[in-house]
DNA sequence: AGCAAATATTGACCATCGTCGATATTGACA
DNA sequence: TGTCAATATCGACGATGGTCAATATTTGCT
């Protein structure tokens, strides 16, 4: 079971597959964790532990497909441009957005299911 | 709604009622969080998002009664005892933990529900 | 009272993180 | 080709966080 999910995750695209990890069926409340398995959580839980990130994602997934230009989400922040960009990329390379360019535009979307994940993770429904 | 919650808050023992938070059911994929929605978030996410306190819930969420005694949790983690201690103490200020102490051992015990609640904030079922 | 065991607190160190200003890159368009 | 707008990257700074050694506190026991 745990080795499933290891070859889940070398095999991902993206560099923390928080959608692979879900596979693999060890909720927090289910079983002592191991230390990788808590590495991993804790890795997931830290990208979206920020208020920036979370209103981040919360505009992102309550835009209409769940998909936001970058230059809608640098205003309502009150935070500059640079660290917009760095946020985005940070959750970007956690597994919960994709991004994609239209233009001179950067849409980043919701991958459907990430959020799920952890949440599952987290305790079981 | 939102008043609602923030007087829960302001009358509840802990220092981050995470389950009175979670009553205020604004899941992040819902709406765009406000501010202060977002804080209380992170600072419940930012308490777990640790791999020695990930591993801490875990190892006293599968022991019975959701219970376990400060000398069963030193040893399974490579970390000393004064740092177990501050995990302790981080996870208890955050709202997923109770301590009670009989003799000279204390005992910390999951908060029924509390998990539950930052799970459901993080993605809606 | 005095000792021993379990746990908490303190103070310090190093690493990581969030933010910013400045600059680089990308892409559209005249 | 040159310019402009949108976004990303870089380097730095202050703040926060995880860990430890040393010490304090609490509690049971003799």
């Known amino acids: 079971m745990v ?3 290891y070859s889940l995750r070398m095999s991902a695209r993206t560099l923390l597959p928080v ?3 879900g ?3 060890a909720p927090l409340t289910r079983d002592a964790m191991t230390q990788s398995q808590a590495d991993d ?3 997931s839980l ?3 532990a920020d208020p920036a990130r979370l209103r981040l994602l919360s505009i992102i997934a309550a835009s209409e497909g769940q998909e936001a230009c970058v230059c809608d989400l640098t205003e309502p922040l009150d935070i ?3 660290t917009v960009s760095h946020h985005l990329k940070v959750l970007t390379d956690a597994g919960f957005l994709t991004r994609s ?3 001179t535009w950067a849409y980043f979307t919701l991958i459907p299911g990430a959020l799920a994940s952890i949440s599952r993770l987290v305790a079981s429904p």
Do not use: E, H, T
């Open 3 to 5: 080795n499933i999910c």
């Open 19 to 21: 959608v692979d990890v």
């Open 23 to 25: 596979a693999c069926r």
């Open 41 to 43: 959580l804790a890795r």
């Open 46 to 48: 830290k990208a979206i």
């Open 80 to 82: 500059g441009q640079p």
């Open 101 to 103: 360019k239209r233009g």
